[in-house]
């Protein structure tokens, strides 16, 4: 019962991640989505995965490598694709005169 | 038919969103959303994995989680550099 509704709000989480993709209108209010989606739904799935077969299986320690992976790697490829979209749209990583004068 | 694969066809509806934005949207947008979708094909196939109760299968997207960072990154860097 505990794994079916940790794999339901897993999947329901991911597939509200690839809705609000398509909602957004610009890249960077995009990227939010994509990288909610790299941390919550995988954490899920990995629980269910340990409540099912245990932690210390090959199952359970192959979710959970795989739920990590995603999340540290997800939020490092994101920090980098905002980056190379703040410099190909602006030029430049320096806030403009207009966010200084903003305090943004 | 169990919970895992319900849930991982479910969950390849995902791979619309994603496939429109890439189709229509713009090249920084495109690549947010393939982004995204290779994190649903990784979750769909951890699903798959479990579903069939195959630890073996879980090396995929063990592989998957790590290849696909890396082939990101480097269109990442092709899109900072204005190569793309």
């Known amino acids: 019962m505990i794994v079916d509704v940790l794999i339901a709000v897993g999947v329901t989480a991911e597939l509200i991640c690839c ?6 209108r610009s890249a960077i209010d995009r990227l ?8 919550a739904a995988p954490g899920l799935i990995a629980a269910a995965v340990c409540v099912e077969d245990g932690v210390f ?9 795989v739920a990590l992976l995603l999340a540290l790697l ?23 005169a207009t966010e200084r004068a903003h305090g943004s | 038919m169990n919970a895992w694969l319900i849930g991982a066809t479910a969950l390849l509806a995902g791979l619309l969103p994603c496939g429109w934005v890439v189709l229509r949207g713009q090249l920084t947008e495109a690549l947010v959303a393939l982004e995204l ?25 063990v592989v998957l989680a790590a290849l696909s960072f890396v082939g990101t990154l480097v269109f990442v860097r092709f899109l ?5």
């Open chain 2, 37 to 61: 979708a290779s994190t649903v094909v990784t979750i769909v196939l951890v699903l798959i994995a479990q579903g069939f109760d195959r630890s073996s299968y879980f090396t995929v997207p």
């Open chain 1, 74 to 96: 997800g939020a490092a490829l994101a920090t980098a694709t905002a980056r190379a979209i703040r410099v190909r749209e602006r030029g430049t990583l320096e806030p403009t």
């Open chain 1, 19 to 24: 809705v609000g993709l398509l909602a957004m």
């Open chain 2, 80 to 84: 900072g550099d204005r190569w793309l």
């Open chain 1, 57 to 65: 299986t090959s199952n359970g320690l192959n979710a959970i490598v």
């Open chain 1, 32 to 39: 939010h989505y994509a990288g909610a989606g790299t941390v």
